[in-house]
């Protein structure tokens, strides 16, 4: 099929399809934690820093892996990539639902990490084949929000699964185990398809595999400003919501556990239905650099209002939604446009690597602080260093987009701050 071809064919919503339900179960499964947070304590006395590690832990492999996992999508195609990614998806999902020892639980999450690094960018590099270049971005915002689903129904699952949870912590990661193992039959359909009727891979640029170290000291500051902000945000946003929140607003505001995952869902509600509309504002009129600014600074404030205002926790979920749902919509393209396209899958996976550095120290830390507070349902003042934490860290991440809007607004900037974006932008300087 040719790349004329492709932007026509029907096959191609196929495509996204299975894409989506194989993102949507990776990203359920990702979260699996947090709403059971409160039961792993009571019921099987893990400490903060345990529950944390459960989260934190996924991010290891990525740390590692991240540029390779770029690698190896050149090397063997997206489809294969994520077929491998979903197959041990699956089986960190099992170990982790198993559960017991300690240790097992976090061995499966270890696993699961593996997945959890490969498969989004795989399926993001697989749908980029199917779709021509003047329909990528609907194709890739509707991605994005149904992996926003995915992180929605863990967060409802409380309520809509209710007799699981009610039943301990262990029926709740069956059921993610078992959304993982419909995510592995999504890629091997995605695979089947991709192997049958895909462009062929002689029609995408040749990649030489070769990563040099020391090119990347030779990206310039736009580049460094805009991946602190990438490390910064998911450091503070998904450590606290895939975590924290919903058993913060279990000890700290009084809600049951279904409330807690109906406020915190809708973060990722507010995703789905407005990171298409930001996307959309963004490239008809410009400004990328003052729509990060806004977005960003809107995280500080989210945590002002939850540590010390009375206000209702609906009120820093609407803050954080409009918060991930512009912010996202906006920084990946924004990377795109600083880096040259040759140097592209470098700087991704750089970006990939220190974010998920910063998610594994993010949680660990923000656990640590808890316990050494005696954070819990006894003692919900416990929370506030691990809230000042988050609070902290969040106006390190504005600080980064502040400099960003700087140079962007100057004469060494890259387009992101003109009033509507050429087509063809000027490469970046890296």
């Known amino acids: 099929m040719s790349g004329d071809d492709r932007a026509t064919s029907p096959l191609r919503w196929g495509v996204l399809g299975l894409a989506a339900v ?9 979260d699996a934690i947090g709403p059971i947070a409160d039961l792993l ?4 006395g893990f400490t903060q820093s345990q529950i944390g590690d459960l989260t934190a832990v996924i991010s290891l492999p990525n740390i590692l892996l991240a540029v390779l996992n770029g690698l190896l999508i050149d090397r063997y195609g997206p489809a294969r990539v994520t077929l491998w990614a979903a197959a041990i998806g699956f089986v960190g999902a099992v170990l982790t639902a198993i559960g017991t020892p300690y240790e097992l639980m976090w061995t499966g999450r270890l696993v699961f990490g593996v997945s959890e690094g490969a498969i989004f960018i795989s399926l993001v590099a697989g749908v980029a084949r199917w779709f021509s270049r003047s329909g990528i971005a609907l194709a890739t915002a509707l991605f994005l929000c149904l992996a926003r689903v995915g992180s ?8 809509w699964a209710r007799p699981l949870y009610d039943a301990g912590w262990q029926p709740p990661l069956w059921l993610g185990a078992a959304l993982t193992g419909a995510g592995l039959v999504a890629a091997v359909l995605f695979r089947l398809l991709d192997s049958a009727h895909a462009p062929a891979m002689s029609t995408r ?10 090119g990347i000291w030779t990206f310039d500051l736009s580049y460094w400003y805009i991946l ?22 279990q000890h700290v505001k009084g809600l049951t556990l279904q409330q807690a995952g109906n406020v915190n869902s809708g973060v990722f509600a507010a995703a789905v239905f407005a990171t298409p509309l930001f996307g959309l504002l963004a490239d008809r009129f410009g400004h990328r650099a003052m729509m990060l600014t806004v977005g960003t600074l809107l995280l500080p404030i989210t945590f002002i209002v939850l540590g010390l205002t009375n206000l209702t926790p609906w009120a820093s979920t609407v803050l954080m939604g409009v918060s991930f749902a512009l912010v996202p919509a906006i920084i990946w393209p924004a990377t795109t446009l600083i880096v040259e396209p040759r140097r592209l899958g470098t700087a991704l996976g750089v970006i990939t690597l220190l974010q998920n550095v910063g998610l594994w120290g993010s949680n660990r830390i923000a656990g640590w602080l808890a316990d050494k507070a005696g954070a819990g349902a006894a003692h919900p003042e416990g929370y506030a260093t691990m809230i000042w934490f988050f609070g902290l860290l969040s106006l390190a991440a504005l600080t980064s987009v502040l400099l960003l809007w700087q140079r962007e607004s100057g004469p060494h900037g890259h387009g992101l701050e003109v009033a509507r974006v050429s087509p063809t932008p000027r490469a970046g300087t890296a």
Do not use: K, M
């Open 22 to 30: 194989a993102i949507f179960s990776s990203y359920y499964e990702s």
């Open 41 to 44: 304590g009571r019921q099987r």
């Open 152 to 159: 929605f129904s863990l967060d409802t699952s409380p309520s």
């Open 205 to 214: 640029p040749a990649e030489s595999g070769h990563l040099s170290w020391r």
């Open 228 to 249: 602190g902000l990438h490390v910064l945000y998911a450091a503070v946003f998904f450590p606290f919501r895939q975590t924290y929140a919903i058993e913060y607003l």
